[in-house]
T-cell receptor
Framework: KNQVEQSPQSLIILEGKNCTLQ??????????LRWYKQDTGRGPVSLTI?????NTKSNGRYTATLDADTKQSSLHITASQLSDSASYIC?????????????FGPGTSLSVIP | NAGVTQTPKFRVLKTGQSMTLLCAQD?????MYWYRQDPGMGLRLIHY???????AKGEVPDGYNVSRLKKQNFLLGLESAAPSQTSVYFC???????????FGQGTRLTVV
């Protein structure tokens, strides 16, 4: 069982609409929690990095939130564009002494259609 | 500024063959990582390096070896390829353990 779960698995929205992607993690506290965007056939690109003490972080039309009580993070995309079509990956990074354990979620596949 | 560059981009190997994947970064990053990405699963860490001359095992190191002889390069070797190693391999680098990681474009490897 993946210790970072994401929902929905896939999502289709109309251009211009907003959407919210969910990430559930299991361990607190953690070092940081990250959201990446991965276009088809390319490597992931960092969107946001949040430490355990932060509850929101924005990057343009992308806003990540964190609820440590429920162990949930959300990525909200505002005014979606066709170029937002991609896989969005939630990543939990746990400090283990000198080594960080990096747990990638399976991703949410977002399709933005005209 | 090229960022993180992986070579080759595609490769087909026969079972038992060996090969080396090269990752190069021009950002003077200390940390470098090799991941594999399989359908329906999150990326999994194979090996990583916290500086020139250092390497360490990640989550799925079996069947792979790595070397970091130069700070800018991180090599991933498959000594005897197996079909289970068919995957997309990504290299990444970061300045510190807590800063943004930059990924390469990926190498699609098929072992037949």
């Amino acid at each position: 069982k993946n210790q970072v779960e994401q929902s929905p698995q896939s999502l289709i929205i109309l251009e211009g609409k907003n959407c919210t992607l969910q990430c559930n993690y299991t361990v607190s506290p953690f070092s940081n929690l990250r959201w990446y965007k991965q276009d088809t056939g390319r490597g992931p690109v960092s969107l946001t990095i949040m430490t355990f003490s932060e509850n929101t972080k924005s990057n343009g039309r992308y806003t990540a939130t964190l609820d440590a009580d429920t162990k949930q993070s959300s990525l909200h995309i505002t005014a979606s564009q066709l170029s937002d079509s991609a896989s969005y990956i939630c990543v939990e990074i746990r400090l283990l002494g000198s080594y960080d354990k990096v747990i990638f979620g399976p991703g949410t596949s977002l399709s933005v259609i005209p | 500024n090229a960022g993180v560059t992986q070579t080759p981009k595609f490769r087909v190997l026969k079972t038992g063959q060996s090969m080396t994947l090269l990752c190069a970064q021009d950002m003077n990053h200390e940390y470098m990582y090799w991941y594999r990405q399989d359908p329906g699963m999150g990326l999994r860490l194979i090996h990583y390096s916290v500086g020139e001359g250092t390497t360490a095992k990640g989550e799925v190191p079996d069947g792979y070896n790595v070397s970091r002889l130069k700070k800018q390069n991180f090599l991933l070797g498959l000594e005897s390829a197996a079909p289970s190693q068919t995957s997309v391999y990504f290299c990444a680098s970061s300045y510190t353990r807590n800063t943004e990681a930059f990924f390469g474009q990926g190498t699609r490897l098929t072992v037949v």
